[in-house]
């Protein structure tokens, strides 16, 4: 039997549906600014720890971020959560799509104002650049809104193609993400 592409990386195999698949560490970044943040952002990671095939690692504390992009709106409440997964990443990806959908997320306008934002940033040492999937995430590497939180649950974590989180979060300017505690939990 012939596996996908992205399953073929090394690593721990979990059996999954009759086929080895392997753990690997995924990464998301998790965002709102709209209704109650808070509520909303454990909505999404209560969902995502839930899914099958998803053992949760860590996740950040909340931080309060500035918009990027189309800055007359309210700020963001960000989070990363980090998870370990046999799941492709076309398969993790479908399941922040829902989460999102589930949220009443809009797209109405690029980088505006939303209920809840479920980003897929990192799947393994997977690197990926399809039309509607990229990994690592493209942007990841210059945003402090991921970086900053992901270093709290992984200060080693290395994204993909970019090096080490802390030696990229070293070149930017944090100013805009400001801790506000750990309101939103994995239990």
Request: no cysteine.
């Amino acid at each position: 039997m012939s596996l996908p592409k992205d399953t073929a990386a090394p690593g721990i195999h979990v059996e999954t549906l009759g086929a080895m698949r392997p753990l690997r560490t995924v990464v998301f970044s998790l965002g709102a600014n709209l209704g109650d943040t808070l509520e909303t952002l454990q909505g999404a990671v209560d969902q995502l720890r839930d899914t099958p095939n998803m053992i949760p690692v860590g996740i950040s504390p909340v931080y309060l971020t500035e918009p990027v992009g189309k800055v007359d709106q309210p700020d963001f409440h960000n989070l990363v959560l980090v998870m370990e997964s046999t799941l492709t990443a076309r398969t993790l990806l479908e399941r922040a799509l829902a989460i999102e959908e589930a949220f009443g997320r809009e797209r109405l306008e690029v980088n505006g104002p939303r209920t809840v934002d479920v980003d897929l940033i990192q799947v393994g040492p997977l690197t990926i650049d399809e039309p509607d999937l990229r990994i690592p995430h493209p942007r990841a590497h210059e945003r402090a809104f991921v970086l900053v939180p992901w270093h709290d649950v992984e200060p080693g974590a290395v994204l993909e193609g970019h090096g080490p989180i802390a030696d990229l979060i070293a070149g930017l300017d944090t100013s805009g993400v400001r801790p506000v505690g750990p309101e939103v939990t994995l239990s």
